[in-house]
């Protein structure tokens, strides 16, 4: 497609171009690349507000077409009109069901709910409130016109926004490189030079900012129907409970109000002004501002379902769609939102330059990297370790969508202490391998030192069954205890069994009862969800098995429910409570197993009743100074952000890149890969420091005894300028036997 040469002299040719630029780059670098797929060309027209058919696709996108520059994109912008009151009378009339001419709380609420991401009643109520002028609570068409325009504008502001960031953060990159390269130029050994600079740019450079994770889809998509908005114990006592669901938020990750950087080996002051309430109310309560999508960008956002509902053509909310992705990239993505159910109701912490590994020769051409790596272990516990201070928690991975979820911890230690945590995998009741899935720690800062490093440490040795440990010393203060499993062993399951386990029986009298294979499941699922292994569930325990299984926190006349409905002991559920509950669930459904389902897929079973998507560990903390330590979970969700807008990989790519060894991609000045090893696995991480994306293939198939985190040891990768990217996480298929990581790497 060729550039048209007269331009259209409509209305402020330059704010067009301007918006549509912003448009492009909230999807790529610079204006330079290309569209090379009729699905990104899609999504670049959806970041303007259009949603086109496949038809209106396939004129611009026909069978000859390999790419399309910015300039094509923004000829088929101004051929294609965004969103007219044509198109958001159809959509109003498809979402009035009945055809009063208003769009309804249950209306609005059944549209977000059949299609993508789920929504309570009270997160729709509030969506519907910010719009709702007369205070009916229900839209007409103007108010319904008004969400979603406000939405669109929104949009485009924080486009705008991108732009201007990309813009200076890319002026700011020529400046540098242009320091560097007089420096360059000062240096006689131009090789060593580049070598070098492979291991010490890292701390200096600033990194192009790259998009974050899209948030995980509702996990509700895997059942066999769509979530219904009342708890099973609500059912019964709706009027009771009924009132509270407006005021119930989410929770939101307490990384996002972590403080400026300091030195984590300077001695932290203890804070002893503030109270013991204080502290637990921290614990327990601080996360409960909202950082789902709705909080962060206006609860019109949701409306990206209603396309799907009412056709291609019409492009209602493609804005809140990109919007939701702008604030992924501006660091304020939101975690994944649980599943809609009823509600039942190394070693080294020092940052000195010697400690970096130095660059390693040169390889040839005709070789490829080889990593030779023993079956031996090592783990070294102190030897007066039953003198020292023993904090302990269970906690579980999660595999959703592809997206790994586990509980995270709060660790505050009021006193200067030597510390050893230890991690590893509870029981396999998963049909899993026999080896152990591995279950690392990374310790982290609760703010960057003045370095801007937020690791402190994490485990590379564990023993032979599995146990991971990390010893180091830690200055008085709050740190982050961030569990972590490479996926190598711990994947996402292929297929589901089209058989379905029995979960709910009619006894003689005709009243539903849970199986016995069911009610053992139930056993483990409170085994588990019992962190502090004291035998009962706690409040705050049956809070996170809730948001986990539900996403809704338990409010205080849900918990009355509980105590009304079961016996506990002294304030916390027994065992044979929490059957107790599930079986009332059962009979209150009238044998419908739906959200029974939905709590075994939440907590990670198959239908088999076999737990293959889900981890519990076990994680022992020891202090040798310290007598009141405290270890607190906090969430059980995806990794936050953090300062600087830092991603969990961000962070322990650097910590692999200074602990591993350095190889220069050959072709490349300014492309390294690093090859981290430890007792578990291997690690590989691409370093690009140029401008430009680089498409990099690796082989790794001639790799002797490993598998993977990927299901092929062949992959392409694309690496944006300026960020690192780890290619693959390796270790031994069989743990008896020697194995060997071989990778080599081609410049696509």
């Given at each position: 497609?060729?550039?048209?040469?007269?331009?259209?002299?409509?209305?402020?040719?330059?704010?067009?171009?301007?918006?549509?630029?912003?448009?492009?780059?909230?999807?790529?670098?610079?204006?330079?690349?290309?569209?090379?797929?009729?699905?990104?060309?899609?999504?670049?027209?959806?970041?303007?507000?259009?949603?086109?058919?496949?038809?209106?696709?396939?004129?611009?996108?026909?069978?000859?077409?390999?790419?399309?520059?910015?300039?094509?994109?923004?000829?088929?912008?101004?051929?294609?009109?965004?969103?007219?009151?044509?198109?958001?009378?159809?959509?109003?009339?498809?979402?009035?069901?009945?055809?009063?001419?208003?769009?309804?709380?249950?209306?609005?609420?059944?549209?977000?709910?059949?299609?993508?991401?789920?929504?309570?009643?009270?997160?729709?109520?509030?969506?519907?409130?910010?719009?709702?002028?007369?205070?009916?609570?229900?839209?007409?068409?103007?108010?319904?016109?008004?969400?979603?325009?406000?939405?669109?504008?929104?949009?485009?502001?924080?486009?705008?926004?991108?732009?201007?960031?990309?813009?200076?953060?890319?002026?700011?990159?020529?400046?540098?490189?242009?320091?560097?390269?007089?420096?360059?130029?000062?240096?006689?050994?131009?090789?060593?030079?580049?070598?070098?600079?492979?291991?010490?740019?890292?701390?200096?450079?600033?990194?192009?900012?790259?998009?974050?994770?899209?948030?995980?889809?509702?996990?509700?998509?895997?059942?066999?129907?769509?979530?219904?908005?009342v708890s099973p114990l609500r059912t019964s006592f709706k009027e009771k409970t009924e009132d509270i669901s407006g005021s119930r938020t989410s929770l939101q990750s307490k990384d996002d109000v972590l403080l400026t950087s300091r030195r984590s080996s300077r001695s932290q002051t203890k804070d002893s002004s503030r109270s013991k309430k204080e502290k637990d109310r921290e614990g327990l309560c601080s996360s409960r501002l909202s950082n789902s999508p709705d909080k962060l960008m206006g609860s019109n956002s949701?409306?990206?379902?209603?396309?799907?509902?009412?056709?291609?053509?019409?492009?209602?909310?493609?804005?809140?769609?990109?919007?939701?992705?702008?604030?992924?990239?501006?660091?304020?993505?939101?975690?994944?939102?649980?599943?809609?159910?009823?509600?039942?109701?190394?070693?080294?912490?020092?940052?000195?330059?010697?400690?970096?590994?130095?660059?390693?020769?040169?390889?040839?051409?005709?070789?490829?990297?080889?990593?030779?790596?023993?079956?031996?272990?090592?783990?070294?516990?102190?030897?007066?370790?039953?003198?020292?201070?023993?904090?302990?928690?269970?906690?579980?991975?999660?595999?959703?969508?592809?997206?790994?979820?586990?509980?995270?911890?709060?660790?505050?230690?009021?006193?200067?202490?030597?510390?050893?945590?230890?991690?590893?995998?509870?029981?396999?009741?998963?049909?899993?391998?026999?080896?152990?899935?591995?279950?690392?720690?990374?310790?982290?800062?609760?703010?960057?030192?003045?370095?801007?490093?937020?690791?402190?440490?994490?485990?590379?040795?564990?023993?032979?069954?599995?146990?991971?440990?990390?010893?180091?010393?830690?200055?008085?203060?709050?740190?982050?205890?961030?569990?972590?499993?490479?996926?190598?062993?711990?994947?996402?399951?292929?297929?589901?069994?089209?058989?379905?386990?029995?979960?709910?029986?009619?006894?003689?009298?005709?009243?539903?009862?849970?199986?016995?294979?069911?009610?053992?499941?139930?056993?483990?699922?409170?085994?588990?969800?019992?962190?502090?292994?004291?035998?009962?569930?706690?409040?705050?325990?049956?809070?996170?098995?809730?948001?986990?299984?539900?996403?809704?926190?338990?409010?205080?006349?849900?918990?009355?429910?509980?105590?009304?409905?079961?016996?506990?002991?002294?304030?916390?559920?027994?065992?044979?409570?929490?059957?107790?509950?599930?079986?009332?669930?059962?009979?209150?459904?009238?044998?419908?197993?739906?959200?029974?389902?939905?709590?075994?897929?939440?907590?990670?079973?198959?239908?088999?009743?076999?737990?293959?998507?889900?981890?519990?560990?076990?994680?022992?903390?020891?202090?040798?100074?310290?007598?009141?330590?405290?270890?607190?979970?906090?969430?059980?969700?995806?990794?936050?952000?953090?300062?600087?807008?830092?991603?969990?990989?961000?962070?322990?790519?650097?910590?692999?890149?200074?602990?591993?060894?350095?190889?220069?991609?050959?072709?490349?000045?300014?492309?390294?890969?690093?090859?981290?090893?430890?007792?578990?696995?291997?690690?590989?991480?691409?370093?690009?420091?140029?401008?430009?994306?680089?498409?990099?293939?690796?082989?790794?198939?001639?790799?002797?005894?490993?598998?993977?985190?990927?299901?092929?040891?062949?992959?392409?990768?694309?690496?944006?300028?300026?960020?690192?990217?780890?290619?693959?996480?390796?270790?031994?298929?069989?743990?008896?036997?020697?194995?060997?990581?071989?990778?080599?790497?081609?410049?696509?």
């Amino acid at each position: 497609m060729s550039r048209r040469s007269s331009r259209s002299s409509t209305m402020d040719q330059g704010e067009f171009i301007l918006e549509c630029k912003a448009a492009y780059l909230s999807m790529f670098d610079s204006i330079k690349e290309k569209i090379e797929s009729q699905d990104s060309l899609l999504e670049a027209l959806q970041q303007t507000g259009r949603n086109p058919s496949v038809k209106v696709l396939k004129k611009y996108w026909t069978n000859d077409t390999d790419e399309l520059s910015f300039d094509d994109f923004v000829d088929i912008c101004r051929k294609e009109p965004v969103t007219t009151s044509d198109d958001l009378m159809k959509a109003f009339r498809k979402i009035d069901i009945n055809g009063d001419g208003y769009i309804s709380l249950e209306e609005l609420h059944k549209i977000l709910t059949s299609k993508g991401e789920k929504k309570s009643k009270s997160e729709v109520k509030t969506m519907i409130d910010e719009v709702d002028e007369n205070r009916d609570g229900r839209l007409d068409y103007k108010e319904f016109c008004k969400m979603v325009m406000s939405t669109t504008e929104e949009s485009k502001k924080m486009q705008r926004k991108m732009m201007e960031r990309k813009e200076k953060k890319k002026k700011q990159e020529i400046e540098r490189r242009e320091k560097e390269a007089n420096k360059e130029n000062k240096d006689d050994d131009d090789d060593d030079e580049i070598d070098e600079e492979c291991v010490t740019a890292r701390s200096g450079s600033a990194r192009s900012e790259r998009p974050k994770p899209s948030p995980r889809k509702s996990m509700s998509e895997t059942t066999t129907s769509q979530a219904k908005d009342v708890s099973p114990l609500r059912t019964s006592f709706k009027e009771k409970t009924e009132d509270i669901s407006g005021s119930r938020t989410s929770l939101q990750s307490k990384d996002d109000v972590l403080l400026t950087s300091r030195r984590s080996s300077r001695s932290q002051t203890k804070d002893s002004s503030r109270s013991k309430k204080e502290k637990d109310r921290e614990g327990l309560c601080s996360s409960r501002l909202s950082n789902s999508p709705d909080k962060l960008m206006g609860s019109n956002s949701t409306l990206q379902n209603v396309p799907d509902v009412i056709g291609s053509n019409v492009s209602l909310t493609s804005a809140s769609g990109l919007m939701a992705k702008n604030l992924r990239q501006n660091g304020e993505g939101s975690p994944p939102i649980p599943a809609q159910r009823k509600s039942l109701l190394h070693t080294a912490s020092s940052s000195d330059p010697d400690d970096l590994p130095r660059p390693s020769p040169r390889v040839k051409k005709d070789k490829s990297r080889q990593s030779s790596v023993s079956r031996s272990h090592k783990l070294d516990e102190p030897k007066n370790l039953r003198e020292w201070t023993h904090t302990k928690s269970k906690g579980s991975f999660f595999m959703e969508d592809g997206s790994l979820i586990c509980h995270q911890y709060d660790f505050n230690l009021p006193d200067d202490s030597k510390i050893w945590i230890t991690m590893q995998p509870q029981k396999a009741s998963r049909g899993m391998d026999s080896n152990p899935v591995d279950t690392s720690v990374f310790i982290l800062r609760d703010r960057p030192d003045e370095d801007g490093n937020l690791l402190v440490a994490f485990t590379e040795h564990r023993d032979g069954r599995g146990k991971y440990g990390v010893s180091c010393d830690l200055s008085a203060g709050k740190y982050y205890i961030m569990p972590y499993t490479t996926g190598c062993r711990f994947k996402s399951r292929k297929s589901e069994s089209e058989k379905e386990a029995k979960l709910v029986s009619q006894d003689k009298g005709g009243k539903y009862v849970i199986t016995k294979a069911f009610r053992k499941v139930l056993e483990d699922i409170f085994d588990y969800s019992d962190l502090d292994g004291n035998g009962f569930m706690s409040r705050k325990e049956f809070n996170l098995f809730n948001i986990r299984t539900s996403g809704e926190e338990v409010a205080d006349e849900e918990w009355q429910v509980v105590e009304d409905r079961i016996d506990l002991e002294d304030g916390e559920i027994t065992k044979a409570g929490f059957l107790q509950l599930n079986e009332l669930e059962a009979e209150d459904s009238e044998g419908d197993t739906e959200d029974l389902w939905t709590t075994l897929v939440s907590m990670g079973y198959n239908k088999q009743l076999i737990m293959d998507q889900a981890c519990p560990f076990q994680l022992d903390v020891y202090t040798e100074d310290c007598d009141d330590a405290e270890l607190d979970v906090v969430r059980v969700d995806s990794y936050p952000t953090y300062p600087g807008d830092l991603s969990f990989d961000d962070i322990i790519s650097k910590s692999f890149i200074k602990h591993g060894e350095i190889s220069r991609v050959k072709g490349m000045k300014d492309l390294c890969m690093y090859t981290y090893k430890n007792d578990g696995w291997a690690s590989l991480v691409l370093d690009n420091k140029s401008h430009t994306r680089v498409r990099v293939e690796l082989d790794c198939s001639r790799s002797e005894n490993v598998i993977s985190n990927h299901d092929s040891l062949q992959r392409t990768l694309r690496v944006d300028p300026g960020s690192t990217l780890i290619a693959y996480h390796l270790m031994p298929e069989d743990e008896d036997r020697d194995w060997q990581v071989k990778c080599t790497e081609t410049i696509r």
